[in-house]
């Protein structure tokens, strides 16, 4: 076993049939991810970067080839395998927030605790106040996500992602429906949990994301065209 | 320091999605308990017209047939009560009068001529209140008329009775309770119970001519018991009775058994329509809920549910929903059984 890299996809290959015959999402993906690693996806809507991230979490199931993560094959799981694999080592953060809206804040990044029951009962709300400290919104804690701003309730879904203490986060566009200034707050986010050694893989549309992250990984037609060149 | 949750977060989610859509739970639940209190109220109806009812009105020794005759006494009625397949005989006549109810304003009154009060065994009936039995000149009346002609114990009655038309005077001193008659408020007819010197002074002849008879066994059975009147005439006749008709009333039936059919049947359907309509409507209830929900089951499963305890949520918030319009029927009915009590007295 190769320990270094904690995710490892090898010859990924995911086509969907469709009414003008196949399309192939992705070909031949190879991808190494170290632990503590922030790894940017980029490239142009439909070149398959939100299939990898759908991979990656085990929510989408390749076609061929392998995934790796940590000592864990997820591509031959079944449903209730991955679901059990991806609450414990997975934290999700979306385009949209994704918040419930009929739970406050603190419910709502209590909610993967409940879910899990990793965390035991009489610890979860201090711990989800404690995550809503370091994403520094604990303020907000007993409001519904509708009274918080875009970037309020991202910080929230990040606090929530963070819940059962995952190895990796997934984010999809975190920053894709906020506004410049509030996107480098997120990013910054980011970047320091990525410091204190969480692994975030994040499909982004931003520019001059190199500053932040400490890789880039570029993909065309479902191919990952290069591993660092930006923006030729 | 730490709280625990009473209840836990995803179940205040349920709550919270219930609470958001007021107007549709609410409805629901509504829906819900239309739907129980309809085939609730259906088969209350079932237990008491079919049971309560048949009991009450069976235990009144219903007369399996009557004989008319001139002048029916004690002494035919025991050599009657002697023959195979007879297990009681009496002698009764009924008199088919008026009773003043206002100033001209009559109702027709049945009144019942009982030879001996003290020895009812055919169509009996019992005191409720007052005195028993009658003296001369005195009446007992059954309840469900009382309404009717708004009179109490102690009141006197002006009677007209076919013979001479004449208004008689006659005083209430018992209230009866008679299971084996229709209720008066709902005919529009009273009854009353007198002796047969009462009769004679009422301007009638004194006679009573009816025989009612009671078969010993099988008292629904049609045929036996037109066997054993026919028996019986033919006793009455050998000893210089003269029997016009025999009646034989539809046997072990209540006289409004057919309009209870037709009310159970009533009930039946549209205790059936509100049950089904009610399930339609919950049924559009939870999948509105569910469509409107769909993007947040997905997010719950990212986050770590799985497929059985979102589907324990929706589960759990229809069964919150089933348990609240059960409940809310269980106050309806509290209420509604105080007058189910009510109507069940007339019958």
């Known amino acids: ?232 | 320091m730490e709280v625990v949750y009473m209840i836990s977060v995803r179940w205040r989610k349920v709550l919270g999605d219930l609470w958001l859509n007021k107007t549709r739970t609410l409805l629901a639940v509504l829906a819900i308990a239309i739907g129980i209190f309809g085939v609730g109220t259906v088969l209350a109806g079932y237990s008491i017209l079919t049971h309560e009812i048949n009991a009450n009105f069976l235990g009144t020794h219903p007369a399996s047939a009557i004989l008319y005759t001139e002048n029916a006494d004690d002494k035919l009625a025991a050599a009657v009560e002697s023959l195979p397949g007879v297990a009681n005989a009496e002698p009764r006549r009924i008199v088919t009068a008026r009773i003043q109810a206002g100033p001209n304003e009559y109702r027709r009154l049945l009144l019942f001529v009982i030879d001996d009060f003290n020895n009812l065994r055919v169509s009996t009936f019992k005191l409720e209140r007052g005195n028993w039995p009658p003296a001369d000149r005195e009446i007992l009346i059954e309840r469900s008329a009382l309404p009717l002609i708004k009179k109490e114990i102690g009141d006197t009655v002006i009677i007209q009775t076919p013979n001479n038309g004449q208004d008689h005077e006659l005083k209430v001193t018992g209230i009866v309770h008679d299971p084996g008659q229709s209720p008066g408020d709902v005919d529009n007819i009273a009854y009353g119970y007198i002796t047969l010197n009462t009769l004679e002074s009422l301007g009638e002849t004194r006679a009573l001519n009816e025989l009612r008879i009671v078969v010993d066994e099988n008292s629904k059975d049609v045929t036996r018991i037109t066997n054993v009147a026919n028996q019986v005439r033919d006793v009455m006749e050998k000893r210089g009775y003269h029997v016009s008709h025999v009646e034989i009333p539809n046997a072990g039936k209540h006289p409004h058994a057919d309009q209870m059919d037709s009310l159970l049947f009533l009930l039946e359907v549209f205790g059936i329509l509100a049950l089904i309509l009610s399930s339609i409507l919950v049924a559009s209830t939870v999948s509105a809920l569910l469509s409107q929900q769909i993007r947040q089951i997905g997010v719950m499963k990212v986050i770590g549910a799985t497929t059985y305890q979102i589907a324990g949520l929706y589960f759990g918030s229809v069964l919150l929903l089933g348990v609240s319009g059960l409940l809310s029927v269980f106050l309806l009915a509290c209420g509604q059984a105080g007058h189910s009590r009510y109507s069940q007295r007339k019958y």
Not at chain 1, 52 to 63: A, E, F, Q, R, W
Not at chain 1, 188 to 209: C, N, P, W, Y
């Open chain 1, 1 to 232: 076993m190769n320990n270094e890299n904690l995710i490892r996809l090898t010859g990924v290959t995911k086509t969907h049939e469709g009414a003008g015959g196949t399309f192939h999402a992705l070909r031949e993906v190879n991808l190494q991810v170290k632990p503590g690693e922030f790894v940017a996806i980029i490239g142009k809507s439909g070149s398959g970067k939100s299939t990898i991230l759908n991979m990656l979490s085990g929510i989408d199931k390749p076609t061929s080839g392998e995934i790796w993560i940590g000592d864990t094959t997820i591509h031959n799981m079944d449903q209730d395998q991955l679901a059990k694999w991806r609450r414990r080592n997975v934290g999700v953060v979306f385009q949209f927030f994704q918040l419930l809206p009929t739970l406050t804040i603190l419910e709502n990044v209590m909610l993967p605790m409940d879910f899990c029951g990793i965390i035991p009962a009489r610890e979860r709300k201090g711990r989800a106040l404690r995550l809503l400290e370091q994403v520094g919104i604990s303020e907000q804690a007993d409001k519904l996500p509708a009274l918080l701003s875009g970037g309020q309730q991202q910080r929230a879904a990040i606090a929530r992602a963070l819940a059962n203490d995952p190895a990796l986060l997934m984010a999809d566009e975190p920053t894709g429906n906020l506004d410049s200034h509030t996107s480098e707050a997120i990013l910054q986010l980011f970047k320091g949990l990525a410091a204190s050694g969480k692994t975030i893989v994040m499909v982004t549309h931003e520019r001059d994301i190199t500053k932040w992250v400490s890789s880039v990984v570029k993909l065309a037609d479902g191919q990952v065209v290069n591993g660092s060149g930006l923006y030729d």
